[in-house]
């Protein structure tokens, strides 16, 4: 095997995920929504949720706590919203289904908003924000994830990285996008820093002692026996401004589970059910029909304007480019979709292991 990061281009690493998916008895249909989430993670440059997640599916799909076969049910409904129970399914077919639903309200009504329950792990929140903008709407989608930050003046892991995650069209080339944790950085991140054998810069983790911890290795391990947290956006404490990521991460708490009756703080980290460990989360969705507000050639030239405006005010010394949100994003795709995705080492041994028990001989890797 190579010792070397190789790269793989992008359609055939995302057959590769489809097939496995398959091989797990996700139907083609899902399976096929489940890769294209991955793949876009990897291609936008946010490696913590692509084909580095694979693994993680294959096990708890193996383990019997996803089910492959994904059914949704409505449990309440309005023009404008609705109530989804996800019944533990594919999180990333649950999710682009609420919010196919919340557009699709969002067409009739102006707005449409869905929550959902008894879900997994759903990949890039992202992903979900950016369906709304191929259909000229504002997208917004949350979801609350496994304990792993404390609050402010706290040490204990209660809340989950907790993205938030808004997405605007533009006529720009590139929507606006942020799509990131309220936390400065995300259990995943940890994970590639741990994949490369590299430890992680000061001041993004800290024990129970509060005192910052470098080595992902020990992070990872004391993430599991709560004696490590990640600090939400803003550092320790509030003169640093820590207090606003940590009550931005309790909103994200609040849409993903007192809306639709779900699992919240702690119990998000695995509840026991007939001798199992299951991980439940929960979403909530949002999309805005600009149409309803404004023409949307308007709304995307003045949004255009704002970040042209942004990029193009007085830089700071010694730097060379200001970036609006989604930029990088999109800069890394025309990039990837001509190199192909980078795969370390570590990865290539999950590949592999993957491609032999799912009997995946078709695919010839170079490792």
């Known amino acids: 095997m190579s010792n070397k990061i190789v790269y793989i281009e992008t359609t055939t690493l995302k057959n590769f995920i489809k097939d496995v998916f398959i091989g797990l008895d996700v139907p083609k249909e899902d399976a ?77 009504y102006g707005l449409g908003a869905v929550a959902v329950r008894n879900s997994t792990r759903f990949g890039i929140a992202g992903y979900y924000s950016l369906m709304a903008i191929k259909e000229g709407m504002i997208g917004i989608a949350v979801t609350n994830t496994r304990p792993s930050v404390p609050p402010i003046f ?107 009756d779900g699992i919240y703080l702690k119990n998000t980290a695995g509840i026991e059910e007939n001798g199992k460990k299951y991980f439940k989360v929960g979403h909530f969705f949002l999309a805005i029909n600009i149409k309803n507000f404004i023409s949307l050639d308007i709304f995307r030239k003045i949004t255009g304007n704002i970040m042209r405006g942004l990029r193009n005010s007085k830089k700071a010394p010694g730097c060379d480019k200001i970036y609006t949100a989604g930029e990088k994003e999109f800069e890394a795709e025309k990039k990837r979709r001509k190199t192909g995705i980078p795969i370390n080492e570590n990865l290539q041994q999950d590949i592999k292991i993957m491609q032999e028990k799912l009997g995946l001989k078709k695919y010839n890797f170079p490792f």
């Open 32 to 108: 096929e929504i489940c890769a294209d989430v991955l793949i876009t993670s990897d291609i936008r440059g946010v490696e913590s949720h692509g084909i580095q997640r694979m693994k993680m599916y294959y096990d708890r799909i193996k383990a019997g706590i996803y089910n492959p076969k994904t059914e949704i049910k409505i449990i309440k409904e309005s023009p404008t919203t609705a109530v989804i129970d996800g019944g533990l399914g594919m999180g990333h077919v649950i999710a682009y289904k609420s919010m196919k639903l919340a557009m699709e309200k969002s067409k009739k």
């Open 154 to 260: 706290g040490v204990e892991p209660m809340l989950g990285t907790n993205p938030l995650t808004p997405c605007c069209p533009t006529d720009e080339n590139f929507p606006f996008l942020i799509d990131c944790a309220t936390s400065i950085i995300q259990r995943g991140k940890v994970e590639v820093y741990n994949r490369l054998k590299k430890p992680l810069p000061k001041g993004l983790v800290i024990n129970n002692k509060e005192e910052s911890e470098i080595d992902p290795t020990k992070i990872l391990n004391n993430l599991g026996n709560n004696t490590a947290a990640l600090l939400s956006f803003g550092r320790m404490g509030e003169d640093n401004g820590g207090h606003k990521g940590y009550g931005y991460a309790t909103l994200v708490e609040i849409l993903s589970s007192a809306l639709q």
